[in-house]
C-alpha cells in the first residue's frame, strides 16, 4: 500500500559534476528510486540496461529498445534537442523526451544587461587593469587615454529585449 512502486526506479544522470547534495536530498526524497551519476566519458552501451529515466545533455542511447529497454523517459538539461531529433532515441515510442526550456530566463538576462555594459565600455579590461593597480597616471593620456575615451554610457538610450 502507498510508498511507491513495486519495483524500484532507476535514474541515471551523465553529468561530468555530481551535485552531491541534489543527489542525497533527491534519494532521501524518493527511496524507491535508484539515482547514480556517472560522467559521460564512463557511459558504455551496457550503462542503460537497467535504467527507467536518463537526465543528460547529449549522451544516450544508440539504439534504445535494444540498449535502454526500461527507458520511459529522458530529460536533456539543455533548451533544445537538437542533437537528438535524427537519432533513433527521437522515434522510439514510449519514452517521453523532455527539455529545460525556459529555466535560463533570469541568468540570460542578466547575460545581456552585463554583455550591453561590457560592449559600451569597450575596453572595460583596461579599467579593471588600471583599477587593480590603483595605477590612474596617463589615463587620459595616449592610447590608453583614446581607447578610454571610445566608451559610452546609456544615458537617453532606449533598448529593446526581445526573446
Known amino acids: 500500500m502507498g510508498g511507491g512502486p513495486d519495483t524500484p526506479l ?11 547534495e541534489i543527489l542525497q536530498k533527491l534519494r532521501k526524497d524518493h527511496p524507491h528510486l535508484t539515482v547514480e551519476c556517472i560522467p559521460k ?17 547529449a549522451t544516450f ?19 533544445g534537442i537538437n542533437q537528438v531529433v535524427d537519432k533513433p532515441l527521437w522515434k522510439t515510442e ?5 527539455t529545460s526550456s525556459g529555466v535560463h530566463g533570469p541568468q540570460i538576462s542578466e547575460w545581456v544587461i ?6 559600451q565600455h ?23 587615454g583614446q581607447k578610454l575615451q ?10 529593446g529585449v526581445l526573446g
Do not use: M
Open 41 to 57: 566519458n564512463q557511459v558504455t552501451p551496457e550503462t542503460y540496461a537497467d535504467v527507467d529515466y536518463l537526465f543528460t545533455l
Open 122 to 144: 569597450y575596453n572595460y579590461e583596461i579599467y579593471d587593469a588600471v583599477q587593480k593597480e590603483h595605477d590612474w597616471k596617463g589615463v587620459s593620456e595616449g592610447d590608453i
Open 61 to 79: 542511447p544508440g539504439d534504445p529498445s535494444k540498449q535502454a529497454p526500461k527507458l520511459k523517459w529522458v530529460h536533456f538539461y539543455s533548451a
Open 114 to 119: 552585463a554583455t550591453l555594459l561590457n560592449a
Open 10 to 20: 532507476k535514474l541515471l544522470c551523465i553529468l561530468d559534476n555530481e551535485p552531491k
Open 94 to 98: 514510449g519514452i517521453t523526451l523532455t
Open 150 to 159: 571610445q566608451s559610452r554610457d546609456s544615458v537617453g538610450q532606449r533598448i
